[in-house]
């Protein structure tokens, strides 16, 4: 048991969620390593949405509620850490949401479905297409989802699929603490902020901007520019940097 008083309480608390799903199957023994990465850039960030984030977000949702096929990809970090979540932002932009994972195996890909229909998040789970120009298994998708889907949410992309999705003309949507990553580059949006902060904030977006009209969120997307986010976020590192190494 981790103390709640414990200073690091959040991240604690979210590596045991990781463990236990590893535990399950859901988690891959890569994305525990892969999560290390996201909290080093979580801890030089100082670990809180910051406004590069929020604007990222705030697009994000215009983007998915003016989609035809909006589609939520879930890999195994994602399953874990924010499965309710999931569900509920799902709902509110109208999106389907796709099991679509690095490391693939069939058992494990019906054990993250099943695990999130616990939380009563329906998944496509089929497997029934494929995206050509990819070698990795995330290539795998549902012909009724990631196939035909104009607009991706993807949490925790990997460079080559963010690439690829983008090649074949869909808009992408990446949660990537690393702002430096090829996903972080390649993508249409990129949020910079810990998937844990980052699909609650945008559930409050989400009820927010669905009473906005057509022209209302077209502007939202229009004025937004990734690599000028992008740029923010380095900046938001150099001065945390900065400001901790003043108070030493
Ligand atoms: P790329 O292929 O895009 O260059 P990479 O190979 O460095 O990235 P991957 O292992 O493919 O990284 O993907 C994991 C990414 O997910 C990392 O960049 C990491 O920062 C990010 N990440 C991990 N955990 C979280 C989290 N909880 N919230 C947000 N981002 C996270
Ligand atoms: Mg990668």
Request: hydrophobic share 40%; with cysteine.
């Amino acid at each position: 048991m981790i103390p709640k008083d414990h200073p690091r309480y959040e991240s604690l608390m979210t590596r045991e969620k990781l463990v236990e799903g590893f535990k399950q199957g859901i988690t891959a023994l890569e994305g525990l390593i892969a999560h290390g990465r996201g909290e080093a850039f979580d801890y030089i960030l100082g670990e809180r949405t910051r406004d590069f984030a929020l604007k990222a977000e705030k697009t994000a949702i215009a983007m998915l509620l003016l989609a035809k096929n909006p589609v939520i990809s879930v890999n195994g970090n994602t399953a874990v850490l924010v499965p309710k979540e999931i569900g509920e932002l799902a709902k509110l932009v109208n999106a389907k949401v796709e099991v679509n994972v690095f490391h693939h195996s069939k058992e494990r890909v019906e054990r993250i479905a099943n695990y999130l229909e616990k939380f009563g998040v329906s998944a496509l789970h089929a497997g029934d297409a494929e995206l050509e120009g990819l070698s990795s298994a995330r290539r795998i998708v549902d012909r009724r989802g990631i196939y035909i889907a104009d607009v991706v949410l993807v949490p925790l992309e990997d460079g080559d699929r963010c690439e690829i999705l983008k090649r074949h003309g869909k808009k992408v949507i990446a949660i990537d603490l690393n702002p430096l990553s090829r996903t972080s580059r390649m993508a249409d949006v990129t949020i910079v902020d810990n998937i844990t902060r980052a699909i609650p904030r945008m559930i409050e977006f989400a009820k927010e901007l669905r009473n906005f009209s057509k022209e209302e969120l077209e502007k939202i997307v229009k004025d937004y520019n990734n690599k000028e986010i992008l740029a923010e976020a380095i900046d938001g590192i150099i001065e945390y940097l900065e400001r901790t190494k003043n108070l030493l």
